[in-house]
């Protein structure tokens, strides 16, 4: 296979990836808004994205840098280089999207999941299990900071802005 094509090859597998991976986190604000008005299906609702996040998401996120290098290596790029800083900083921030997305969001997930998986208390105060709103404003500031990041990412990918 030709140096092209190898690129074009990872190329093509690196955007599916991303697709797959990030297209779906796009949809987790309806499926929690949706789950804050009928806070009977709340569980869910949490479940559903806590299993699209952990089988799909998460996986294809993971494999982004492994065609990433591919691309890097075969497109000749020099990430020293000042021409390609915008690639630097789609790597820096891929970075922290993924700190984010693995050892904060997740976590909250989870523990939203827990929190909303016991029935209430006979006779408890009515309302929202302790926690999780508190829990919920976490995730909702996550997810806006994470989504802030794919766009920039995005912009940066496909655009090369050169100054």
Do not use: C
Not at 10 to 31: D, E, K, Q, R, S
Not at 57 to 73: H, R
Not at 81 to 95: E, K, M, N, P, S
């Amino acid at each position: 296979m030709t140096q092209f094509g190898v690129f074009s090859l990872f190329l093509f597998l690196h955007v599916l990836a991303a697709i797959i991976a990030f297209g779906p986190t796009f949809i987790f604000p309806i499926i929690g808004g949706m789950s804050g008005k009928e806070p009977m299906h709340g569980n869910f609702g949490l479940r559903i994205t806590e299993v699209i996040e952990d089988r799909v998401v998460i996986p294809f996120a993971l494999t982004m840098p492994v065609t990433g290098v591919v691309l890097i290596a075969t497109a000749g790029f020099n990430l020293a280089d000042r021409t390609a800083w915008w690639l630097d900083i789609g790597i820096v921030l891929y970075v922290i999207a993924l700190v984010i997305a693995l050892f904060l969001q997740r976590p909250l997930l989870h523990e939203m999941v827990h929190i909303t998986s016991a029935p209430p208390p006979a006779g408890g105060p009515p309302g929202p299990p302790p926690g999780l709103l508190e829990t919920a404003a976490k995730v909702r500031r996550n997810g806006a900071v994470l989504g802030i990041l794919i766009f920039v990412i995005v912009l940066l990918m496909t655009t090369r802005p050169q100054f």
